[in-house]
């Protein structure tokens, strides 16, 4: 429901940021009535695209962390692969951080307390020490990990040591390369980041988007587990969703373009 009119002017160039607006009034040559209007749309068309691409990660993240159980066992990250290689052993040690501060930061201050006993230093070095202490689960660290780590195993620096050696059976159509894969998923990284900084997806990446997700589910599969095309069965609603408010986008810019 558009809010237009419940706000002067002036509010709408404290609350959008006058630099925001003009970026998209160079953007769209439209009137400040209709950049409003737009402004509105394209935030429902982020909202759309931000459910689609949350579960898409949550599947794509357990679906390879399956596979990699299969490789690497139970314990992958600490595989010799994500031990010896700078940027994934980083990742891992990031994400196993995150898991131990979130697990200590759910207690109570009575319980934190009790866990600092015996540590040294400033408080900041008591909690990191007193973390550590916290029992986490492979769950706990591999929700920690960021996108950028799920699309880093993708890429040609590790497709001997990874898509050769098992990761290709999530993708199983002999016509998908690693670089199909790769390219697909930097596409849905540079939108999740848009979105997480409030920035805009306009229509081109819109499309991308759509392209890139629909591609994605229809060949990810998990053998024995996962059918292919049912995380592009699950995806489809949402993807309509998408595709319904980039409509409405679309058709606001055709009747308020100069």
Not at 106 to 118: E, N, P, Q
Not at 134 to 152: A, K, Q, V
Request: proline residues 2%; contains cysteine.
């Amino acid at each position: 429901m558009s809010s237009i009119g419940s706000l002067s002017k002036a509010e709408v160039e404290i609350a959008f940021s006058k630099d925001r607006l003009s970026r998209l009034q160079a953007i769209y040559t439209v009137d400040d009535l209709a950049l409003v209007l737009i402004h509105e749309q394209l935030n429902e068309l982020s909202g759309a695209i931000f459910a689609s691409v949350s579960i898409f990660e949550v599947h794509l993240r357990n679906l390879v962390s399956h596979q990699l159980v299969q490789m690497f066992g139970t314990n992958w990250y600490d595989a010799n692969v994500f031990l010896s290689k700078a940027v994934l052993k980083n990742a891992v040690k990031m994400a196993r951080d995150r898991a131990y501060r979130n697990a200590f930061s759910k207690l109570t201050s009575t319980a934190r307390k009790a866990l600092r006993v015996g540590t040294t230093g400033t408080k900041k070095q008591k909690d990191k020490q007193a973390c550590k202490k916290l029992p986490i689960t492979n769950g706990d660290i591999i929700s920690h990990f960021y996108f950028s780590f799920w699309r880093t195993l993708f890429s040609k620096s590790y497709e001997p040591q990874l898509w050769n050696f098992g990761l290709r059976k999530l993708f199983p159509q002999k016509t998908v390369t690693r670089g199909n894969i790769s390219e697909h998923l930097e596409t849905i990284y540079k939108v999740r980041n848009r979105i997480a900084h409030h920035e805009f997806i306009h229509p081109s990446l819109c499309r991308e988007y759509i392209k890139s997700v629909n591609f994605l589910t229809r060949n990810l599969s998990l053998k024995g587990f996962v059918r292919k095309g049912r995380m592009y069965k699950f995806q489809k609603p949402y993807v309509k969703r998408i595709e319904f408010q980039l409509s409405q986008l679309e058709h606001t810019l055709a009747n308020v373009s100069r």
